[in-house]
């Protein structure tokens, strides 16, 4: 576990991977307290899933398109979006970039850094992200298209569809499946029979890949692997990331269907806790620096939270705009 020496990594890159890992952590859980509050109307959590997020980020290359899904916080503040956007979204202002306010929060979407807009059908973005890569194919440009799944979205028909059009045309293509062992309150075990998800691969055509998406460096050397493979035509790759959901499925879930064992476990397996530990033990890092990250991160968020709130709503003659279209068609 963490074998940043075989990957090429140095301890600057470690310290960046911990950093976006917890800016994401801090943003999620400003989130939750807000919506506590009666401030923001729903949250659901990329807690437990830094890991795999940030390392997946840290392989990415500039012109790379994504299409995240919902529990994707993490990944996109890394990707660009800054947190007063995912905080305009949450609070549903004017100035929100996903959609003006029209839409739930975590349906993610920024057209300056390759972000395709996501809609809230469950595994439609895999279909979005397989028509990117195939785009980036025939326009022979130097970058991959990737989307990220829970592992409930890989039972999907979009699932099935764009993958084995991804294995036919060996597009540059990476699936991530994230897999957290709950499709909101069913277990794994009342999903799919499969012992890896990874194993579909192989009908597609297409490489799988099974890893420990607790450890962002392994998650980082299979998605660089992946990137590596694609655009030397190779072809696409399907990566299962086992991670630990550390909350309800959101804010609105009761998630007593979890034993108690179970739940009673989660802070053990807190990603960012095993990875902060392993810098200390390391000494890549110490207490001074996470005193200084803990104030900078602090700032950023009180700073996005504070100019969010204050920020106007959108108007009620706004509504439709970008629903419909204006002007309609003059061809009857």
């Known amino acids: 576990m963490f074998d940043y020496k075989s990957v090429g990594l140095e301890k600057e890159d470690l310290q960046a991977m911990y950093k976006w890992m917890d800016l994401g952590r801090k943003i999620d859980e400003r989130m939750w307290l807000l919506n506590r509050a009666g401030k923001i109307p729903f949250v659901i959590s990329c807690q437990g899933q830094e890991a795999t997020q940030i390392g997946m980020a840290y392989a990415m290359q500039k012109g790379d398109i994504s299409s995240p899904y919902y529990r994707d916080l993490a990944l996109v503040t890394y990707l660009g979006m800054t947190p007063l956007n995912s905080m305009l979204a949450a609070f549903g202002k004017r100035d929100d970039i996903n959609s003006g306010g029209k839409q739930m929060p975590s349906h993610f979407g920024q057209s300056d850094i390759g972000m395709l807009s996501q809609g809230s059908p469950v595994g439609t973005q895999i279909l979005h992200a397989v028509g990117a890569a195939l785009s980036l194919k025939m ?183 970008h629903v419909y279209e204006e002007g309609g068609s003059n061809n009857g």
């Open 139 to 321: 326009d022979e440009k130097p970058n991959i298209a990737m989307t990220t799944v829970g592992e409930g979205s890989s039972n999907q028909g979009d699932f099935h569809e764009g993958l084995n059009f991804a294995g036919v045309h060996k597009l540059p293509f990476i699936c991530v499946i994230e897999n957290n062992k709950y499709a909101i309150s069913v277990p794994d075990s009342l999903q799919y029979g499969a012992e890896k998800l990874s194993d579909r691969a192989i009908g597609y055509g297409i490489h799988g890949e099974h890893v420990d998406g607790n450890d962002p460096i392994a998650m980082y050397k299979v998605m660089k692997e992946a990137r590596e493979r694609a655009l030397n035509g190779g072809g696409s790759t399907l990566i299962e990331a086992m991670c630990t959901r550390m909350t309800a499925h959101s804010s609105d879930d009761d998630d007593k269907y979890r034993p108690k064992e179970e739940r009673d476990e989660l802070k053990s397996l807190d990603c960012n806790l095993k990875f902060k530990a392993f810098l200390l033990e390391e000494g890549f890092i110490d207490e001074d620096w996470l005193d200084d990250l803990e104030k900078e991160h602090k700032e950023i968020v009180n700073q996005a939270t504070k100019e969010a709130e204050q920020a106007p709503y959108p108007s009620a003659e706004e509504t439709y705009t």
